[in-house]
């Protein structure tokens, strides 16, 4: 039993006693433990003095020698820290970001044709690109922009939807676009539809098809009946102003064509898109990214592969 | 002056103090936030949400999307080049519970709006690894198999209008969000008018590509498609924000 005449043990207790003789042992704390919640204690005055801290009023207490300034419309803003005055200061004045810009800067000052052609600019292109593209694109399109096929158009190729230049490219980015063919269910009966399918595959040269089967089917396909000529155009090469794919190279963007095996499995990909139509949606990124985002974003799609 | 044993050998008085001491902290964190102007930013276009976005937000909490996206991009610079303009308070005012954290096991989600297709959202919960090879995220198949229940949308909404959300029930209160919000907001915040008004936009948007059935799909991507899109940054400028604070 601890008590505290007890002193013959030498242990001091905080002196309470409870029933008649439970006491509680006082050791002192470490003394580096102390000094440190000291240390604390000195650290937490210190930041109420040097940073917004205690509220006063309707206001509070704004903290001392801690301004921070930045820049709006030309004219310097000097404002008590906090967290956005610092995060415009960042964007202006860090050191990444002036370096970055000295960069964009230049790269908004060049048209698309010298950017393009200039080595330099175009590893910035590909190295800044990269990130932009992997964020907004990549999800889509895949890292490396080579797409999905069924879902998302490959930008690696020389294939164009839309259309491969600049000027074309940047549209998509800003607005864009709206990839649609109405599903021809309703229009096609199944002999139509199966000698469409048979057209479309013998425009790129598939192997295994029956003549006279396209030939009734091209009939469909230049004529009104099918009208697929409105935006595949009559030689099948596609209108870039409607998004309409070219059927007569070896590029498939909707029907997996080249991972069927047989010919009737060819046929039944083909089938399946002209039974169900086409409804694909690009977001528009004007709004979300800046003019130069956008400029090294369309350069560095273009330069993926078969820009034109 | 009172002696520590006195505090010691009392616990009714031990109590009352301790809680004395401990709600400090809370009353200089919490209560200032209340009446410090420019707290909750004046802000043009944030609105409550629709009766299918919040159907879609109900089911986004239900999944516990939470745990490992938050919705709130912080003022730095790589979260600002990453993900766009820093959140503001203004825009989760009308969330409850908020979405608030900086959990990064999946990307922040609250400028996801409008930065991917419908189709892709549909695609990417259905089977994430189908479009993003890397993703770590589990498949959420059922969402696009489950029938949407909206029967008790009314009561969300008014349990939501309980804690501050202008919905209308009466004709004062759709005037009030007609002024506030302007006459085509304010008929998607009128109760009497949530299934109805759930329907219309689900078929309109089709959101998850099927036109034929209201999915669990069609509100949680029409909920994701609004995140971030209500204010327009352009009007403000660059600095505007930074006055609040």
Known sequence: MNNPSDKKQGVQTTGHVWDDDLCEYNNPLPRWWLWTFYGTVFFAILYWLLYPAWPVGSSYTKGLFNDITYTVNGEEVTTHWNTRALFMRDMQSSPAAVRQREFLDVIAATDYEDLLADADKLAFVRSYGRGIFGDYCAACHQTGGTGIVGRYPNLSDDDWLWGGSVADIERTIMHGRLGYMPPFRETFDAEQLDVVAEYVLSLSGIDGGDAAKAQRGEVIFKGMAGGCFHCHGADGKGLPSQGAPNLTDSVWTIANVPAAETFDAKKEAVKGVIHNGVQRQMPAFGERLSPVEVKVLTAYVHQLGGGQ | ?245
């Open chain 2, 1 to 245: 002056m009172m002696k520590h044993e006195t505090i010691e050998t009392n616990s009714g008085l031990l109590i009352i103090l301790t809680l004395a001491v401990i709600s400090i902290g809370g009353l200089v964190e919490i209560v200032p936030l209340f009446y410090i102007d420019g707290t909750v930013e004046e802000v043009e276009g944030v609105r409550p949400y629709s009766p299918l976005e919040l159907r879609g937000r109900d089911i986004y909490v239900r999944e516990g999307c939470y745990t490992c996206h938050s919705q709130m991009i912080r003022p730095f610079r790589d979260e600002y080049l990453r993900y766009g303009h820093y959140s503001l308070a203004a825009e989760s005012q009308y969330d409850h519970p908020f979405q608030w954290g900086s959990k990064r096991t999946g990307p922040d989600l609250a400028r996801v709006g409008g930065k991917y297709s419908n189709d892709w959202h549909v695609q990417h919960l259905v089977a994430p690894r189908s479009v993003v090879p890397e993703s770590i995220m589990p498949n959420y198949p059922w969402l696009l198999d489950n029938e949407l229940q909206y029967a008790d949308v009314e009561a969300r909404m008014k349990a939501l209008k309980r804690v501050g959300v202008p919905y209308s029930e009466t004709v004062e209160e759709y005037r009030a969000n007609v002024e506030k919000f302007g006459e085509d907001v304010a008929r998607t915040l009128d109760i009497g008018r949530a299934r109805e008004n759930l329907v219309a936009q689900a078929q309109a948007g089709n959101f998850d590509g099927n036109g034929a059935r209201l999915s669990e799909m069609d509100a949680v991507v029409a909920y994701l498609q609004v995140l971030g899109t209500m204010v327009d940054f352009g009007q403000y400028d660059e600095g505007h924000f930074a006055q609040f604070r």
